[in-house]
C-alpha cells in the first residue's frame, strides 16, 4: 500500500490501520504533549517485569523490550553488559515473552532484537509469538530497508508494527521510504555509533528530528545519545519525543530495583511534561 503525499511532502496513508504503540504516542503529541519510550532489557533480574511495570506507572508511554543477543552491534557498552548478564543468568526469546504473556505491564509494548532471532524462529512464528504475548511492535535494527521486504509483509498480516530506523546519514530520497513502511513511530537515529550515554546532545539528533518531521505524520521520536532529562527536553523541541535506554539500564545493572528506575523515568517525564 503506497502513501500519499500532502501538501507539505508529508506522508500520510490515511487507510492503514494504527495499532497500540502509535495510538498511544499519537494520543500524547496530539495532546500537546512530548513522547517517552523507555527501553528496559528483558531478562536482566528476577524483578525484570516489576521494573517495567514500575517505569509504566512512572510515565512511559510505551516500554521498549530489549530481547538479548551475543551480538548486539547496534548496542553500547552498557547495554551490552546487561545483555550478557541476562544471557548468563538464562534469559531465552521465548522465555521473556512467555513472561510478557503472564503479566500485564500497563502500557503498549515493542520488543528490541536483532533479525538473527527472528530468522532462527521463522517469520511468522516470531511475528505470532510477539501478538500472541501482547506485544505490538518491533524494531530489528540490523535489518536495513532494501532487505526489509519479507519481514515487513509478515508483519502487516500479523499486526505487528514494525518501527523502523533513520540514520543521520540517510540521503534525503530515502527518508519518505523508511517512513512509509513503518509503523508505531520512525526512530530518529541521534548519533552515529553505538548506544549509550554522551555528555551533550549530538547536533545530528536535531538534524535527523528535523528532517523526519518533514516528510511524515508519523511520531518522530529520537533515540541514541539521550542520557538525562535535559537531553530528552532538547531533542523533543525537533521531534515528538524520545527512546531513552542505556541511562535506565545502567540502573538496572546497578541493581536499583524497580523503584530506583522508576524514579529516574518520572525524572524524564517531569521534565518532558514541564
Not at 35 to 49: F, K
Not at 52 to 72: N, T
Not at 154 to 162: C, H
Request: hydrophobic share 50%; glycine share 12%.
Amino acid at each position: 500500500m503506497t502513501a500519499a503525499a500532502g501538501a507539505e511532502g508529508i506522508v500520510v496513508d490515511p487507510t492503514r490501520v494504527i495499532g497500540p504503540v502509535e495510538a498511544a504516542l499519537r494520543a500524547r503529541r496530539d495532546g500537546g504533549g512530548k513522547c517517552l519510550v523507555v527501553y528496559v532489557t528483558g531478562g536482566l533480574g528476577a524483578d525484570w517485569l516489576e521494573t517495567a511495570r514500575a517505569v509504566a506507572a512512572a510515565g512511559a508511554d510505551v516500554i521498549e523490550i530489549g530481547v538479548p543477543f551475543s551480538d548486539p552491534v547496534m548496542d553500547g557498552p552498557t547495554i551490552q553488559a546487561a545483555n550478557d548478564v541476562a544471557l548468563d543468568g538464562g534469559a531465552t526469546p521465548l522465555g521473556i515473552l512467555d513472561a510478557l504473556r503472564e503479566g500485564d505491564v500497563g502500557v503498549p509494548l515493542a520488543v528490541m532484537t536483532y533479525y538473527n532471532i527472528a530468522y532462527r524462529m521463522g517469520l511468522e512464528r516470531f511475528a505470532e509469538s510477539l501478538m500472541a504475548a501482547g506485544v505490538s511492535g518491533c524494531i530489528l535494527p540490523d535489518l536495513p530497508l532494501e532487505e526489509a521486504g519479507p519481514w515487513l509483509d509478515v508483519a502487516a498480516v500479523a499486526g505487528v508494527e514494525p518501527i523502523l530506523l533513520a540514520a543521520p546519514t540517510a540521503p534525503e530520497e530515502r527518508l519518505p521510504r523508511i517512513c512509509e513502511r513503518s509503523r508505531g513511530f520512525v526512530y530518529g537515529v541521534g548519533l552515529l555509533g553505538v548506544t549509550g550515554v554522551r555528555s551533550e546532545l549530538a547536533a545530528s539528533a536535531v538534524e535527523i528530528a528535523t528532517r523526519l518531521k518533514q516528510v511524515t505524520d508519523l511520531p518522530v521520536l529520537v533515540g541514541v545519545g539521550i542520557g538525562t532529562p535535559e537531553q530528552a527536553v532538547e531533542a523533543s523541541w525537533y521531534g515528538d519525543g524520545v527512546v531513552v535506554g542505556s541511562a535506565i539500564v545502567q540502573r538496572m545493572v546497578d541493581r536499583a530495583g524497580p523503584e530506583g528506575v522508576a524514579e529516574l523515568v518520572a525524572e524524564f517525564r517531569v521534565a518532558l511534561d514541564a
